[in-house]
Every structure is written in C-alpha cells, then in structure tokens.
C-alpha cells in the first residue's frame, strides 16, 4: 500500500479519535510493517522480535491491531508475524477470494516472503477458520496451533452452532446489507462488541472507534461480509480436508468463560487428536480487550511447552 495511503488513513483516524487516545494504544513498538504482494492481494503485516516464529490471525470486527499486547509480549524471545486478513484492516479489498482455503494460501505466502519455515499459529473469530486451513494444508509446517472463541465450518457441531439465534450474521450480507450499514458502521459494530462481551465496557471507546474507522474504509465492509458468505465452502473444504486425516499437531482450543467455554475444545476434538482445552476467566469473545492478561499467560503457557 502506497505511503501515502497510510499517511491519509492516520490523518483520518485523528479526525474521529479523542486526543487523549494515543496511536500506541494499537501500536507495535519496534515491529517492522510492510504490504506484501502475495495470491492476487496485498496483506498488511507487522513482523518483530526474534526466536521460533509465531503468526497471530484475527477475526471479524477488528484487525491485526487486536494483537498488540500478545505480540509485545511473545516478540521477547519470538519472531511474532501479524497480518490483517484480505479485505480488512490495511491489506488491499479484493472483489473475492474470501474462502478460508484461499486465505490459508495468503498466510503461506506471507511466511514464505518472511523466510518462515515452521510457524505455531494463534487465532481467533474468523482467524479460527484460516488458521484450520493453514493447518491442514501445512502440517509440516506448524509446530502448535492455538484457536480462540470461534466455531470452524463443517468441523464437529457446525449445525448445531448454525442453529444459535445470535449468530444471525452468519447469513446476513449482499448490496443491500452493504447499503445499509455504508456510513453507520459504528452502529453495526458496536452490536456484535456489545452481545458478545461479558462486559461491554471493557471494548473501549478508543478501540470501537478505531476499529469503526478501519472498516469504513473503501470496501472493508463487503470484504467482511464475503468472510461470511464464503462459510458454505468453507464446511465443504473443511470437510475434504479432515476425510484425508485429522490434524496430528498439539491444539489448544480456547473459550471465553462466558461465550463458547468448552465448546471450543468440543469442536477441535473432532478434528485433532492432541486437544487441550482452556478457559479464558471472566471473559467473552473479544478475549483480547476484556482479559488480554489471562489470554497472554494461557497461549504463552501453551507456546512454551
């Protein structure tokens, strides 16, 4: 992405951030940053740190900036990599592409560029999904795999999981949907930041609007949208993937107290057979805002097993 791009998106979210937000709050300290050109798109990476090699996949209704405090921390005696998937954050808004089978490709893509040739993967929300993906397509390649708060299509009670009334968004996209939330991002955002919080207050005002301002970008929404509409593939390719054999690396599957709690290890059992299981306390979904200590000692914990 040109310079000037990301000059022109800072001076945006200095219009619409209070100026006792600082820019640190979702920064990186000496991380490097680069667009790298990779499977048809552009994905915005943050790399830093040095040692065994670690890449952090977000989800839905934020960015790679979710990361920053984990990737702080793991970059003491990791080299942490932190891209924004396609069509969101700062990497390019192609028209498609949007299956996790695709985007496992972008991730592959983006080690290879970075000469990374074994990789534990941290995930959450959608990341979830790429991360399987990923795993699946490179076993080899992964040495652990941490998945956070978020089903996996087609993988163990996917139909089930289809049935839950809150997870109405799953279908909800297309023109319309687009025209009607084009300008009232926020209002689209903060429903799914306040249901899916144990406590809605710790998903600052701060990040909403940071967060708000990414996805107002040009394109983020129907990019964010095509993340869900591709969920049909997804459990198609999901389940090609485990008939040819389960995933044999060590998986530690990771639930939000008060969001999908054990149900995450549920899930991952019927694809791995090495499943730990964990509770993120006193949390919802959005692990990261509401209790970012304890989702940093239980994925470091893991990692460093």
């Known amino acids: ?11 945006v979210i200095g219009l619409v951030m209070p100026a006792t937000s600082s820019a640190q709050d979702f920064g990186f300290p000496g991380f490097a940053v680069r667009d790298i050109a990779v499977n048809g798109t552009t994905i915005h990476t943050r790399s830093g740190g ?4 670690v890449v952090l996949l977000h989800g839905y209704g934020e960015t790679g900036d979710m990361w920053a405090p984990l990737a702080i921390d793991l970059a003491r005696d990791r080299t942490v990599i932190v891209p924004d998937l396609r069509g969101l954050g700062l990497s390019s808004k192609p028209a498609g592409g949007f299956d996790k089978k695709n985007q496992a490709v972008d991730v592959g893509a983006v080690l290879a560029a970075l000469h990374v040739k074994e990789v534990d993967v941290v995930a959450h929300d959608i990341g979830n999904m790429v991360a399987f993906q990923f795993a699946a397509q490179h076993p080899e390649q992964v040495r652990r795999l941490v998945l956070i708060d978020a089903p996996v299509p087609g993988v163990g009670p996917w139909e089930e999981v289809l049935k839950n009334p809150l997870l109405w968004h799953f279908r909800f996209g297309g023109p319309d949907m687009e025209r009607l939330v084009a300008g009232r991002e926020r209002i689209y955002l903060d429903r799914f930041w306040n249901e899916f919080s144990a406590s809605p207050d710790r998903f600052g005002e701060a990040a909403r609007r940071h967060y708000s301002a990414l996805y107002a970008l040009p394109g983020a929404m129907h990019s964010g949208f095509a993340q869900f509409a591709a969920f049909d593939q997804d459990a198609s390719d999901n389940r090609e993937s485990l008939a040819g054999g389960r995933l044999k690396m060590r998986i530690l599957a990771l639930g939000g107290e008060k969001s999908f709690g054990p149900m995450m290890a549920t899930v991952m059992r019927a694809a791995g057979d090495d499943v730990t299981e964990g509770i993120v306390p006193d949390s919802g979904h959005w692990i990261m805002e509401e209790n970012s200590r304890a989702t940093i000692r239980l994925v470091r914990d893991f990692l460093a097993r």
């Open 1 to 11: 992405m040109p310079a000037f791009i990301h000059l022109l998106f800072a001076l």
């Open 50 to 53: 040095s040692g065994p090699a």
